[in-house]
Structure formats: C-alpha cells, structure tokens
C-alpha cells in the first residue's frame, strides 16, 4: 500500500482520527504551521537551479503534486482553496481532489464518478446525488463501492519541477 499523506489543522485531524497519538507532549502548543522551514530563502539563493519562474508559477509557489501512469502533475494551492472539487484527467485516469473547508486536501480516482457538492467536513455528493464518505484510503459510499485515494505531496513549484521535469501545471 503507498503511504498517504494530508496536510490539514491539528483540530480538524484530531475531530476525524479522536484515537490519534503524536509524540510532542502538548500538541496543542507544537507547531504545525505550513511554512515553518524558510523555504522561500531557500528558492531565492542564486545557486538554486529553479530559481526562476516557469509554467506561470513562482518557485516558491506551493503545489499539491500527483502522479499516475507515468505522468506528473502540480496544481497551485490557492487555486484548490479557491476550488475546493477538483476533477482533472491524469494519464487514462480521473481523479478528483477534494479540499476541505479548513484546507485539508485529498486526491480520489473517481474514474465515471463525478463528485458535486460538499455536504459536510465528510461528506460529498456525486451528480446522481449519491453520498461519499472522505476516508484517509477511500472514498466510499453506502452502496459498498470504493474509490482510491491517490497519494498526493505538497512541493514548493521549484522542487516538484526539479523531481518531475515535465509536469504538466492545472488550475492556474
């Protein structure tokens, strides 16, 4: 199984997963914030190689980056913000990605399923009006059917392009 990931806020992680252990001693005093590595000094020092702006997006621009099939893609993070149902084609697969209201994102193969709505922090509703719950390993609906998560990362533009020179940019 691939290791999945989500970046979300630690109460949003917290009221989902309650069971969920961490190893800080007070975790709501730990810092979780996004940004915390100065990675915007990091892409600004002249011997970084993406120190440029290419594909319309800065180096510093935060992406969500997907593969499958042998081929990459970067979606800005402001743009997912700004639409939070995301259906995109990747190689022969359709996937959508799902940013919650406080920011938490999740990419599915969802393949004919075509997610319309937010009905709450969990759930969402597809064109036929059918729920799905939002699952860390699926999305699933009570009819037993079952829709992958894909493994997804949060980049800086400049390292996702370093790692997959000929990703193709979403959203911009």
């Not at 917290?14 to 975790?27: C, E, F, I, L, M």
């Not at 600004?44 to 993406?50: C, F, K, M, N």
């Not at 969990?122 to 894909?150: F, I, T, Y």
Request: aromatic letters at 8%.
């Amino acid at each position: 199984m691939p290791l999945i990931t989500v970046t979300t806020q630690w109460g949003e992680w917290r009221r989902q997963h309650p069971d969920s252990q961490v190893t800080a001693d007070n975790p709501e005093q730990q810092s979780y914030l996004e940004g915390q590595v100065n990675y915007r000094e990091f892409v600004a020092e002249d011997r970084l190689v993406g120190n440029q702006t290419t594909a319309d997006l800065a180096a510093d621009t935060e992406i969500l980056g997907l593969t499958h099939g042998g081929q990459a893609l970067a979606i800005p993070l402001p743009y997912l913000r700004e639409h939070r149902i995301f259906r995109v084609q990747l190689s022969d697969a359709a996937i959508t990605v799902l940013t919650s209201n406080r920011g938490a994102i999740r990419a599915y193969l969802t393949g004919e399923t075509r997610i319309t709505q937010w009905l709450d922090a969990d759930k969402v509703a597809d064109s036929n009006g059918q729920v799905w719950m939002l699952g860390e390993h699926e999305l699933s609906n009570n009819a037993g059917q079952e829709n992958p998560r894909l493994p997804a990362r949060q980049a800086q533009w400049a390292a996702w392009q370093g790692a997959y020179e000929n990703t193709r940019v979403a959203g911009k």
